[in-house]
């Protein structure tokens, strides 16, 4: 989550202005070039935005992750500034005056901190070793969607060093050695507590959304409907109805379109 202090510089610059017209939000095309983490990132800002009742046009752009002040999408361009990822996006829009947290005391905002942080430590980097080091999605989905707007010897090399990337990220926190089922058994531990937390309740924190509810939909809604050649994570969260329901009442509520 972002911190406090990055608010409040955005409050100081902002002044809580009105959220203006022509908010672009950036990423790479959804149907040839995404990466399935990628877009898992960008639906959630979506969501996020959507939960807001914010207007907002979406831009495909093949160069999207180097345009972006962070190197990864989606950001978005509002007036002046570009704002990148998730929390930085949702600090941004807080100073402008907008929360979905207004209704949660200070104990249910730690805990949806703390579901959030879970949904990073293991969601992503799950997505990450599924999309990046499994060697038949590498193979077949991953790279030759992420190097598919380059020439030849650019479509080759660019993969390789992304896929470089993400390995020494994962190495770093300790998934690199993980094998499959150990991933898989990281993903169902983090899907058992977020069916328990949401129970039989429309959102995670009863009947409106927050900042959780985007970030759950946006990664549980791609794993399921993205196709790959594996699908041991699609099949773990199909195994929890809770969630499944409430990806479909997210998407009917704010992706009507």
Known sequence: MASPLVVDEFRAELGAEPWPDGVTLYQQYQAEQITFPDSANCLSVKAFLYMCGLNFQVELKTNAEEMSPSGKVPFIHVGAFLVSELDPIIAFV????????SHLSDIERSEMR????????????????????????????????????????????????????VRARLSSNGWKDKNMKQVCEEVRI????????????????????TELDALVFGHLYTLITTELPVGQFADIIQQFSNLTNFCKHIEEEYFKD
């Open 94 to 101: 807080n100073a402008k005056g907008f929360a979905l947290t």
């Open 114 to 165: 703390a579901y959030m942080a879970m949904i990073d430590n293991i969601l992503v980097n799950a997505e990450l070793y599924l999309a990046w080091l499994d060697e038949t999605v590498s193979s077949e989905v991953t790279r030759p969607r992420y190097g598919c707007p380059y020439p030849w010897p650019l479509n080759w090399i660019l993969p390789l060093r992304k896929q470089s990337e």
């Open 190 to 209: 983090c899907c058992q507590a977020l069916s328990e937390r949401l129970d039989q309740q429309q959102y995670f924190f009863g009947d409106k959304p």
